[in-house]
């Protein structure tokens, strides 16, 4: 590790709380230029926490940060930008009827006196474009771009703000992979050009191919430090989650029963009335696992909404186990037996204001399980939950806490416990590992794998390629609303599946 060099960036004995947590404890961390660092651990260890303190938007408890030599006194995101640290979050913060150039001066003195030159700042912008590599038209309307393109936008607004320092907060979670490739190139040519760059990701996989050096945290501590040449995906997983994870999912072969879910010409618009899903057809059986794999903003949103009750179809029908759902209504699908996970989780799967119980019993508290005559049964409640909270390994102050404290992983446990507590006929899977670590993720595919032996169907709709191989008895591909191609999961070959993702079809 260069150590006569100094670092852009040393944060050094940093420590920050909240509340009662600990979020970052004694950290040092240095960043060097022409460096790609990758930051990693576990769901709540404390990266997004350190790294918004360095961008200034939270101060820490004690510690100092010096950049570029300096003491850094951040009292928010725009001292850390007049450093030069930029940051970019999962959920970007772009105004979506503005152009990309709009988005990109705003906030910037450009120009003469008051007025914005926005002759000079096209010309910075495209400029930009060229050095990075990063096509985008300065005049397109961001609610037109895909989420690629939205992050390219991101990146080019701190570039155009001259930031050398680059945190990118989990960047690929939601990238197709050839976008995953095209941010790659950029953060490599932005490093070659004397840039550092912290990149945040659970894809151990992309940290092996793009980082430079790792850095570890657990329970807010850096608990390792590793160049990338010389650690392994086993070793990063290991040392995130202190222990070994099993190599290979092991997967019980089985011979798929009756179909339990049967879609039928189902068309669907999505929110500005265009068709989301056209006419599609599916079916899938008992002890089996279909992936639908696909480009995120394909139909699965739709599709699931549709399936959860949400969503009014246009034209179709659905089935579980031979009865007609009925559309737009929730408690259909839980009356047969379906297992939901929806991909927003905070939005749609659970009430953040909520005790973890009530989250729990959410979908069941009518029922003469939990009250009789309007009297609820706390006691056989308070078992019930206990229960779930330990089956699941759930990490919570208890039952009674509130439910938004609880870390993403956390999280998608709960709305799991719930879910599939029911014994479902059918399980709608819908991103269930998206921003989880990856021994969170191991856990949830362990128990999607319990549920197919179980003898329950399951529809997987995933972005991510690697689950959809790891559990897949069959897949499928969405292309703008359309299945476009189906291998079984023993034969499938990931270019096929890439190029049908793209559009070409069988
Ligand atoms: N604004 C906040 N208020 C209270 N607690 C917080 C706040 N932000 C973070 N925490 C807590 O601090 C700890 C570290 O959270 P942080 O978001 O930094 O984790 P992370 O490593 O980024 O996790 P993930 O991989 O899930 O994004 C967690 O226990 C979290 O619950
Ligand atoms: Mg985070």
Not at 113 to 139: C, N, S, Y
Not at 165 to 183: F, K, R, S
Not at 472 to 485: L, M, T
């Amino acid at each position: 590790m260069p150590s006569a060099r100094q670092p852009m960036v040393r944060m050094s004995s940093v420590t920050k709380y909240f509340l009662d947590v600990t979020a970052n404890n004694d950290v040092n961390f240095d960043l060097y230029a022409g460096e790609i660092c990758a930051l990693l651990g576990e769901n709540g260890a404390g990266k997004t926490t350190l790294m918004n303190i360095l961008f200034g938007y939270y101060a820490c408890d004690e510690g100092e940060i010096f950049i570029k030599g300096q003491k850094a006194d951040l009292a928010s995101p725009k001292d850390a930008i007049a450093l030069g640290v930029g940051m970019i979050h999962q959920h970007f913060a772009l105004v979506p009827s503005q152009t990309v150039l709009e988005n990109i001066v705003i906030g910037t003195d450009t120009g003469r006196g008051p007025f914005l030159d926005m002759k000079k700042a096209r010309r910075k912008l495209l400029d930009l474009e060229v050095q990075f590599g990063l096509q985008i038209d300065p005049d397109a309307r961001v609610w037109t771009l895909s989420v690629g393109e939205q992050q390219k936008v991101e990146i080019l607004k701190a570039l155009y703000r001259d930031v050398d320092i680059l945190v990118m907060d989990e960047p690929t979670a939601v990238l197709a992979p050839a976008e995953t490739d095209d941010l790659f190139k950029t953060l490599k040519s932005l490093v070659a050009q004397g840039r550092a760059v912290v990149f945040i990701s659970h894809k151990l996989n992309e940290v092996m191919d793009i980082s430079d050096r790792v850095v570890v945290l657990r329970g807010g501590r850096v608990v390792a430090q590793r160049l990338t040449a010389e650690t392994n995906v086993r070793e990063l997983a290991n040392l995130m989650v202190g222990r070994d994870l099993l190599e290979d999912i092991a997967k019980k072969p089985l011979e798929p029963g009756p179909p339990v879910l049967e879609i039928r010409n189902l068309d669907a618009l999505n929110d500005r009335d265009l068709p989301a899903i056209k006419n599609l057809h599916l079916a899938v059986r008992q002890n089996e696992i279909l992936g639908m794999a696909g480009i995120s903003g394909n139909g699965q949103r739709e599709l699931s909404e549709v399936l959860f009750g949400l969503r009014d179809p246009v034209r179709g029908s659905i089935s579980i186990t031979g009865q007609p759902l009925r559309f737009g209504n929730p408690s259909s699908a839980i009356n047969l037996k379906m297992g939901r996970i929806p991909e927003d989780r905070i939005g749609t799967g659970l009430l953040m204001d909520l005790s973890v119980e009530e989250n729990m019993i959410l979908e069941d508290h009518a029922s003469t399980r939990f009250q009789t005559w309007g009297l609820m049964k706390s006691k056989r409640i308070h078992r019930y939950s206990d229960d779930l909270i330990d089956a699941y390994n759930i990490a919570t102050a208890g039952r009674d806490a509130v439910t938004k404290s609880l870390s993403g992983g956390n999280l998608q446990k709960v709305m799991l416990a719930r879910e599939l507590a029911g014994r479902p006929a059918v399980v709608i899977a819908a991103q269930p590992t998206r921003g989880l670590d990856v021994g969170a993720m191991e856990y949830i595919h362990q128990r999607i794998l319990q549920e197919r032996e179980r003898g329950a169907g399951i529809l997987l709709i995933s972005e991510d390629l690697d689950e959809v191989f790891a559990l897949s008895d069959r897949i499928v591909v969405i292309y703008e609303g359309e299945i476009v191609g189906e291998a079984s999961g023993e034969n499938a070959s990931r270019e096929q599946i890439g190029l049908w993702m793209s559009g070409v079809k069988q």
